[in-house]
């Protein structure tokens, strides 16, 4: 059916517009987060690291429900607070390691979702390790606290079936 | 043409109460969704050593477009348990991850050199070309507060959903919710630095953090412009300086960074500790 909304760029004419040259363009789906959400569905965690995580187990630091029926998408900015080499790690991911050139599933921060719950989960690995390029959540001789900032985004649309 | 378009303010405040509190705004673009399909258990590389390229998704639209990935669950490689969630998966930060690109044509993975994965995904393609400069105005915060507002808004249905329907997948558009706008996307070469490696800039002068990506060519001497290209997530991140920097260490390779306007850093902060 042709019915909807198209709002073209500034200096597009509007009547000519591909989707591309549109700011929003309403045949198309768009990501959305719920404003009216509570708890609210965008959120930025402050997190102070006092001392080294416990080592070897997963340790929940926040956990709210999201209140879909299906398991919505999240995007997540984490800032492990640490600079390293003169940069910060600092990006979207889902998961932010201390050793980006090994697997990632031993020593993590992270932001994630199931069907029930968002939460926010630090995992720290037996022994620290110190490589360049390492954006470590507890470099050996790192002051602390050392603080970390997780900005999460949870869509209304699919994250999976 | 005048200085003509449209805003929609969020629920409670003022249209004229700044950039910030806008859910949608002709002044920035907000990435379309083109397709979405989710694949799972698909064993990428049995062997450890097939790295060729496999079609994932294809889009036809002509141009390389932002994208997104989420995982299902974890690698699968520490023996984890418990419940297995969903996130946003960044590629190149891991080794064993995979590496997802995109020409103008399709959505592409493969396997890095020497690991095993099995592929558990949702993917998002939109209609945002990643190698083709943009650049909004800079935005305001604005100092409106919000004022209560009433039960007011629209809402666009997708194609055979109910406009009443209270599930918000129902809805291309909605009023009561936001999403990502584009601020700019900056291309072009990546430059030789002190380090010894090759970087891209984005120096942003807004009154906020913004959220950005990254995506470099995926070969070195890679013309950006070449439908064949592909393009891989690279590693941005906001260095020491303020300066939003893609890092690649092959020297020829183009890059591209892709910087949002929205969503911003809530204002309310949860503080936690540990």
């Known amino acids: 059916m042709n019915f909807g909304v198209k709002i073209s760029l500034p200096g597009i004419d509007v009547n000519k517009a591909s989707p591309e040259e549109c700011a929003v363009y309403s045949k198309y789906d768009t990501f959305k987060i719920n404003e009216t959400a509570t ?42 607070g640490v600079i390293n080499s003169g940069n910060r790690g600092s990006i979207i991911a889902g998961r932010v390691s201390s050793n980006p050139s090994a697997s990632n599933e031993l020593d993590y921060l992270e932001c994630c979702v199931d069907d029930t719950y968002l939460y926010i989960n630090i995992r720290q690995h037996t022994s620290d390790w110190t490589g360049a390029g390492a954006v470590s959540l507890s470099i050996p001789g790192a002051v602390y606290p050392n603080i970390a900032t997780v900005r999460f985004y949870i869509f209304a649309n699919d994250g999976s079936q | ?42 064993d990428a590389d049995s062997d450890n050593s097939i790295v060729e390229w496999n079609i994932l998704a294809t889009h036809n639209l002509g141009y390389p477009p932002l994208f997104f990935i989420w995982q299902f669950g974890s690698n699968g490689t520490s023996g984890e348990t418990g419940p297995t969630p969903t996130r946003i998966l960044y590629t190149r930060e891991w080794r064993g991850s995979p590496v997802f690109a995109v020409d103008s044509k399709n959505l592409y993975f493969r396997a890095q050199s020497d690991f095993s994965f099995t592929l558990d995904i949702r993917y998002y393609i939109t209609r945002l070309q990643i190698n083709q400069n943009f650049q909004a105005p800079n935005y305001s915060l604005g100092s409106g507060a919000k004022g209560g507002g009433g039960n007011f808004g629209f809402k666009v249905a997708k194609e055979g959903a109910d406009i009443n329907s209270s599930d918000l997948r129902d809805f291309n558009l909605h009023s009561s ?51 064949s290209t592909k393009w891989v997530s690279g590693l941005a991140f906001l260095n020491s300086t303020g300066q939003i920097e893609l890092f690649s260490v092959p020297s020829g390779t183009h890059g591209s960074i892709i910087v949002f306007k929205d969503p911003f850093a809530p204002d309310e902060v949860i503080q936690l500790s540990l």
């Open chain 1, 39 to 80: 708890p609210p569905h965008f959120g930025q965690a402050v997190i102070t690291i006092r001392n080294n995580p416990p080592r070897d187990v997963v340790t929940n630091l926040y956990k709210i429900p999201h209140g879909y029926s299906h398991r919505p998408s999240v995007l997540s900015h984490i800032d492990t």
């Open chain 2, 1 to 42: 043409m005048g200085d003509i378009g449209i805003k929609v303010s969020q629920v409670g405040y003022d249209v004229d109460s700044g950039d910030k509190n806008q859910i949608y705004s002709s002044g920035w673009p907000t990435p379309l969704i083109e397709t979405t399909g989710v694949v799972r258990g698909v």
């Open chain 2, 177 to 227: 919710t936001r999403g990502p706008q584009v601020h700019a996307v900056t291309t072009g070469l990546l430059q030789p630095g002190p380090d010894g490696f090759f970087h891209l800039y984005y120096t942003p002068d807004l009154p906020t953090t913004p959220l950005y990506m990254g995506f470099e060519t995926a070969n070195t001497a890679d013309d950006p412009n070449d439908p």
